[in-house]
């Protein structure tokens, strides 16, 4: 037996690949086929099923081009209806895999069609499940994404008989392999591992915890942020189908002159820029966003920028397929090129941001300059600065709509990554006078600023 969980921290994902006497399982892949075919020959073995948990809503899944690639079958659980052909399996449907076994559990709740995958060994012993997005380390999926078509209440009741009846019911030692780890939308509050135990998750998930179905709700359903609005797109093009992740990169890898780029900016391309926040203050193109490539930056793009919205790349020199490569993970495929040379090619003046240590934030507090602070609800209600106030980065350009323009604000996040990209937006939505704090929060904190712990959002 061989397992290897493959890891995409941009995308907070875990695909995984199983082995046993030369014939290799996927589970959950991510968009190129690569990784996954490239360690099965490595290991001499053959790929001889492709495993879907349910339709992935926050990355375009590569078992399509996989399938084809490898002349395997793609799995599905039931009630997972596609326009492309699948096997669906029956729950409790086994399928052999050298000397183990896989077995389907179809447990609806995530989504209607969502189904775990319980690994057994050669003796039949369960040894693990692969839970998609039906639980997380500390968490379970969100069940608030088929709005109009079943209310979320309906679905966490799903998910309440599932996790009851198919996951509790495994043995302890049991080890669980989720879809998603922290930074993942696709849940509440995800745990910083990414596998665990069904017995560590009795103990220390609230989700697993003996109570009853109307309680279950009610937690489950609590505190849901707004899913980000890619996630319908990509979940309607993994039930549809999709064109070659091969041909996008083709398509949208182009290297464009300095004078060909300005011509798509005059057709209403946006420039999207994935340096580095340090790099990118020192000189941007005027109205570019700064999503860096050395963050959750696929996740970000996701949230913040319509699938639908032609881009223009800024990158480092030799980061340009990465780029390209790591939209097209999240389904968007509308990039007209790259700037060739990168920002030391443009030929225009350089827009900049200005940016200030902790230190120095301290003078500006005494000038009672007002602090915008861009971290999620969850690092906001933990601990945050005295008197800032809170604009979550997730819901931009929306939250700062309020906000005077002409006003001067000191803008922060956790470590720096997040402020530039909301000081981004705001600069191209016409704010003036704006300041980014090195280090971000963290670094306010060991700064020794005054931070407020106790606090409730209304």
Not at 124 to 145: I, Q, Y
Not at 291 to 309: E, F, H, K, P
């Amino acid at each position: 037996m061989y397992i290897e969980q493959l890891y995409t921290n941009c995308l907070a994902e875990a695909a995984y690949y199983i082995e046993s006497d030369g014939e290799a399982a996927i589970i959950d892949p991510i968009r190129e086929t690569e990784p996954y075919t490239s360690l099965a020959q490595k290991r001499n073995a053959t790929i001889k099923f492709i495993f879907e948990t349910h339709f992935h809503a926050d990355f375009v899944s590569g078992h399509i081009d996989l399938a084809k690639k490898v002349n395997a079958p793609i799995v599905y659980g039931p009630q997972a209806h596609t326009d492309y052909k699948v096997y669906n399996a029956a729950d409790g449907e086994e399928f052999k895999l050298g000397k183990l076994t896989i077995k389907v559990l179809h447990t609806p709740g995530h989504t209607p069609e969502s189904s775990c995958y319980l690994l057994l060994d050669e003796n039949k012993k369960p040894h693990a499940v692969f839970t998609g997005d039906t639980l997380f380390v500390g968490d379970v999926g969100r069940p608030d994404l088929l709005d109009g078509v079943m209310t979320r209440e309906e679905l966490a009741s799903m998910l309440y008989d599932s996790l009851n009846n198919k996951i509790k019911t495994l043995p302890n030692e049991t080890i669980v392999y989720p879809a998603h780890g922290p930074g993942s939308a696709c849940g509440k509050n995800i745990g910083k591992e990414t596998f665990s135990t069904i017995g560590e998750q009795k103990k220390f998930n609230y989700a697993l915890k003996d109570i009853s179905r109307e309680d279950f709700i009610a937690q489950v359903t609590e505190g849901i942020l707004p899913p980000p609005s890619y996630f319908f797109e990509d979940a309607r093009i993994n039930k549809q189908g999709y064109t070659s992740v091969d041909q996008v990169l083709a398509a949208s890898n182009r290297a464009l002159t300095v004078q060909q780029f300005k011509e798509q900016l005059q057709r209403g391309a946006l420039v999207l820029d994935t340096r580095k926040a340090d790099d990118f203050e020192k000189g941007f193109i005027k109205g570019a966003i700064n999503i860096g490539l050395n963050g959750q930056y696929a996740i970000w793009v996701g949230t913040l920028i319509d699938i639908r919205q032609p881009l223009l790349l800024v990158t480092d020199e030799g980061t340009e397929h990465e780029s390209v490569l790591r939209l097209a993970r999240v389904g968007y495929e509308n990039v007209v090129g790259y700037l060739k040379g990168g920002i030391r090619s443009w030929d225009e003046p350089l827009d900049t941001v200005h940016s200030i240590t902790p230190e120095q934030m301290k003078n500006e507090i005494q000038k009672d300059t007002e602090i915008l602070d861009v971290r999620k609800p969850g690092e906001w209600n933990t601990s945050h600065l005295k008197d800032a106030q809170f604009v979550p980065l997730a819901d931009f350009p929306k939250n700062i709509k309020p906000l005077n323009k002409h006003k001067q604000y000191i803008v922060h996040c956790g470590g720096g990554y997040r402020s530039m990209t909301a000081i981004s937006i705001m600069k191209r939505e016409g704010f003036t006078n704006l300041t980014n704090v090195y280090g971000g929060f963290t670094a306010m904190v060991n700064a020794g600023l005054e931070i407020e712990t106790e606090v409730s959002l209304v």
